[in-house]
């Protein structure tokens, strides 16, 4: 419990995205984001609202801690699809690095989903999402958030 408390607050996102994923591809697409996030539960939950004022869409995580797993859920939903994504990621943090898992498509191909969250201090974070098409064998790298607290 209190994994994401340091996410509390105003962030300045930086973005990279890849294209084409699954793709071989190796062009990215960068671009801002603004998100707040506040705690809840006494920590056991957290939720954020993240603005990408360039792609017209905002989007938001709800993250709910099991005390009986001792793992979270992450829950996504955009403004542009308007629906909550499932199944959840799933997992749990190790120090300052956390690794949560789901089984997911992309584009219609199957795919194993992993989001990597790195708190390096106080004021900056990162988070990654990547897929497996080869049973966790291998991972493509999709998505890249770095995050600075607002104002630091």
Not at 13 to 36: C, H, I, M, Q, Y
């Amino acid at each position: 419990m209190n994994d994401f408390d340091f996410l509390a607050g105003h962030w300045n996102v930086a973005n990279r995205r890849l294209v084409k994923p699954l793709a071989g591809s190796d062009e990215w697409d960068e671009f801002p984001a603004s998100t707040v996030a506040t705690r809840h539960f006494d920590g056991a939950a957290s939720f954020d609202e993240i603005k990408f004022p360039t792609k017209e869409f905002s989007g938001l995580t709800v993250r709910v801690y099991n005390p009986g797993t001792r793992q979270w859920s992450i829950y996504w939903a955009s403004s542009a699809r308007g629906v909550l994504d499932v199944p959840p990621l799933v997992g749990g943090f190790e120090g300052s690095r956390g690794e949560f898992y789901a089984d997911d498509s992309h584009e219609g191909t199957p795919v194993r989903c992993r989001f990597i969250w790195t708190v390096f201090d106080q004021d900056t974070a990162r988070w990654e999402q990547a897929f497996s098409v080869d049973e966790e064998r291998t991972w493509e790298t999709n998505w890249v958030m770095d995050l600075t607290r607002a104002g630091a």
